[in-house]
């Protein structure tokens, strides 16, 4: 669960990212978070990763609130989260393998259940035949499931998706969201950036819309799924 | 932490200096450039020093026995000297092997304008001692001329002045020299160690990401820091064996200039060889692991 209640980000520079900004997204929820260029959406993923603090008013994310949380239980907040970039982030000197089993080694999770855990991952983004091979020798969306698998090897309540179809294909991005759709349904919450409208118009669900640092639109609308 | 996890930890470090072997091969080189520096300086300082104390031991002062005493006087007298502080060595010179000395060398010329002197040796029984330690010679002599049966006493004092000088000038030089290098060596360290990990910010970034702790993201660079400071080491260590060793044979050759300015006395690698080695992999192992280990945490504020 994430909640803000009236946060409100100033950067040193002067900007105001976010302004008194209210927002709740329930567990298992699915939602886009749309809006222009410096709307403030990418602070908005900042906060919950306890990237940066808030000026005023309080966030919380998955139990933790997270002006209170000390510096050094930053990483136990990270593990309740998967992060999906739009730049893919993979560690280029780890294999498929290595980097999904990364975040297992991070939790000091048993080696039997990483050698178990990773396969069956990375079988879920369809990548099996691809365990042995390093980022640099996969496509732009090959390497956007790695990074799905990554996020979702450690079966976090929340995963928070960057704009991860900004640096893919057009055909391979609803292949990606219906990815997150699926791993939705199985009940982890799903907070994706975006400013690609057809994506959302097509899988439709809770839209929120950050203009100049303000919720200006957050409902439910139906999706068109019309195809591709 | 579990033991297989720290064992991955390490393992992944190792693995870092074959993955990046470029950034390390450059950390590497710096590294052993910087020991080996820093290490034939400090072997040049230590062999300066002992070439100044192998001449200051032979600065000898010489004890003139008042004229007349008897044996028991110059038996007493020696075990004064014996039992004055600052007192190296103690001999006995006396007139008659003084005598001997000077006129040995003579022509039958010379010593034909001595032959006066033959019964009548004009040369006083002496002393000749070696002190301890060379800046407090001007005290220990006053000290001995106020002993029982001295008549004066003679101390190469401009000499002595001069080395007193001369290791004092080194002493300061020296130490200059090493701890510019050092602070040269360090800031050359830490901006390759900075580079080395700057390549890598996004894969500590991204480790940051997915719930890493510090100690966690630490433990590779650590390891992998150390084990090129202990490579560089013992690099550094070959290479000193040889130049050192290539400058000793020179010095110790049977060229007699060497041996009159006193440069052949210089130490034996194979004494010193435990302590260079002990030294170098130290402060290699310390500098790469504490280098890299401090470049990394710039990087962890994420």
């Not at chain 1, 919450?189 to 957050?218: P, Q, Y």
């Not at chain 2, 000290?143 to 007193?164: C, G, R, W, Y």
């Not at chain 2, 194979?270 to 030294?279: C, G, I, M, R």
């Amino acid at each position: 669960m994430v909640e803000f209640k009236d946060v409100s980000v100033t950067y040193s520079s002067g900007v105001d990212a976010l302004n008194k900004v209210n927002l709740k997204i329930n567990d298992g929820d699915f939602a886009f978070v749309v809006g222009s260029s410096g709307a403030g959406k990418s602070t908005l993923i900042k906060l919950v990763l306890k990237e940066i603090d808030a000026t005023s008013g309080t966030v919380l994310v998955n139990g933790f609130n997270l002006r209170k949380l000390r510096r050094r239980k930053i990483p136990k907040l990270r593990r309740t989260i998967g992060v999906v970039f739009q730049d893919f982030r993979l560690i280029p000197t780890m294999t498929v393998y290595e980097n999904v089993a990364f975040v297992l080694r991070v939790i000091d999770a048993p080696s039997k259940y990483i050698r178990n855990r990773v396969p069956y991952v990375i079988s879920l983004v369809g990548l099996s035949d691809k365990a042995k091979a390093y980022p640099t020798e996969l496509s732009g969306g090959e390497q956007q499931r790695v990074a799905l698998a990554r996020a979702l090897v450690n079966d976090p309540k929340l995963i928070i998706a960057d704009e991860p179809t900004g640096n893919i294909d057009p055909a391979l991005s609803y292949e990606i969201v219906e990815l997150l759709k699926g791993i939705n349904e199985c009940g982890t919450t799903i907070l994706m950036v975006t400013h690609e409208h057809d994506l959302v118009r097509h899988f439709g669900g809770r839209i929120i819309n950050i203009n100049k640092g303000s919720i200006a639109f957050d409902e439910v609308v139906e999706g068109s799924n019309e195809s591709k | 932490m579990k033991a297989s996890s720290f064992r991955y930890l390490v393992n992944q470090g190792f693995k870092g200096i074959w993955k990046n072997r470029m950034m390390t091969f450059a950390s590497f080189c710096i590294l052993l450039v910087s020991l080996l520096m820093v290490g034939l300086a400090v072997l040049v300082e230590l062999n300066l020093t002992r070439i100044i104390s192998g001449i200051e031991g032979k600065s000898e002062v010489m004890v003139v026995i008042k004229d007349g005493t008897d044996q028991a006087g110059i038996d007493r007298l020696e075990a004064d000297l014996k039992a004055a502080g600052n007192i190296n060595t103690v001999t006995f010179y006396s007139r008659d092997a003084a005598w001997k000395d000077i006129t040995e060398d003579m022509t039958d010329e010379e010593k034909a304008l001595f032959d006066y002197a033959e019964d009548d040796n004009p040369l006083p029984d002496v002393f000749k001692i070696t002190v301890n330690d060379i800046e407090k010679m001007s005290e220990t002599t006053a000290q001995i001329e106020t002993f029982m049966n001295v008549e004066s006493t003679k101390s190469p004092d401009k000499f002595t002045n001069f080395l007193i000088s001369m290791r004092r000038i080194l002493t300061i030089v020296g130490f200059a020299v090493i701890a510019a290098l050092v602070v040269v060596s360090l800031i050359i360290i830490s901006n390759t160690t900075r580079a080395s990990v700057f390549s890598r910010r996004k894969e500590i970034n991204i480790m940051k990401y997915v719930g890493a702790t510090n100690s966690f993201i630490r433990i590779p660079f650590f390891v992998e820091g150390m084990i090129v400071g202990i490579f560089a080491a013992v690099g550094a260590l070959f290479l000193t064996k040889f130049s050192y060793e290539g400058v000793y044979n020179v010095f110790n050759s049977d060229f007699s200039l060497w041996q009159v300015l006193g440069i052949h006395n210089l130490y034996k690698f194979s004494d010193l060889y435990l302590y260079v080695a002990l030294a170098y992999i130290a402060a290699g192992a310390l500098i790469g692991a504490i280098g890299t280990s401090i470049s990394t945490g710039k990087h962890l504020k994420v």
